[in-house]
């Protein structure tokens, strides 16, 4: 049995097991999508031509991937001027395999559901080690916890201070005040809370800067490293 359907001012014809390429549609992977604008259906005797869409008809598929075509390059040009522009696109696209053609009305048979875990599964997953939980760069280092403040600074830097600058939005400058205000690690950056942001950010003049370039995420990766 064969369809052809419209979709994103195309037409395509399939057959159950086809993979097309359609322009982009709402969707996750491995997700079901539904094409209700089917203009034809056939079986290899018997002919349906909509008018202009088959009654009862729909066409079902499995989104395999989102992915994206090959670059376009555009570019325009205005005669007797100076006007040039060149810009590349790339189409937003979606993979289907058409699982099923429905006719008739009939609805799309639903995906099976996982089966639930059984006691005895249960009961080994309750007696199975928990994973340790990773412990925080502060954790880490008790001596250097021990000597912050109540504005998480430290009089002078735990060994060698951090390259402050690795953080976006933190400068050559920025790090010198950083020092100055007694932060030197990563792992302070990361464990600031709410009011010592509020603070650090009114003391240096840079309202909001922490939170608009995420420093304490940054931080907190970078700590693993550092």
Do not use: C
Not at 63 to 83: P, S, W
């Amino acid at each position: 049995m064969f369809a052809v359907i419209k979709t994103g001012g195309k037409q395509y014809r399939v057959a159950e097991g086809d993979q097309i390429l359609v322009e982009k549609l709402d969707g996750d992977e491995n997700g079901h999508v539904t094409f209700g604008d089917v203009l034809m259906v056939g079986d290899g005797e018997t002919v349906s031509v909509g008018a202009p869409l088959v009654d009862g008809a729909s066409v079902v598929g499995e989104v395999d991937a989102q992915t994206r075509a090959g670059k376009v390059m555009i570019y325009k040009k205005r005669q007797r001027n100076t006007y040039r522009r060149k810009k590349g696109h790339r189409q937003h696209q979606t993979a289907v395999t058409i699982t099923s053609i429905l006719t008739d009305g009939k609805m799309a048979p639903a995906k099976k559901k996982a089966a639930k875990p059984k006691a005895e599964d249960k009961a080994v997953e309750a007696e199975a080690p928990k994973a340790e939980t990773p412990k925080t760069e502060a954790a880490a280092k008790p001596e250097a916890a021990a000597a912050l403040d109540a504005r998480g600074r430290l009089s002078e830097p735990q060994g060698e201070a951090d390259d402050l600058k690795k953080i976006k939005g933190v400068g050559k400058v920025l790090e010198g005040k950083l020092n100055d205000a007694g932060i030197f690690h990563f792992w302070q950056v990361a464990a600031l809370g709410p009011e010592q942001i509020t603070e650090l950010e009114e003391e240096m003049s840079f309202p909001g800067r922490i939170e608009r370039d995420d420093w304490i995420a940054q931080a907190g990766e970078l700590a693993k490293d550092a």
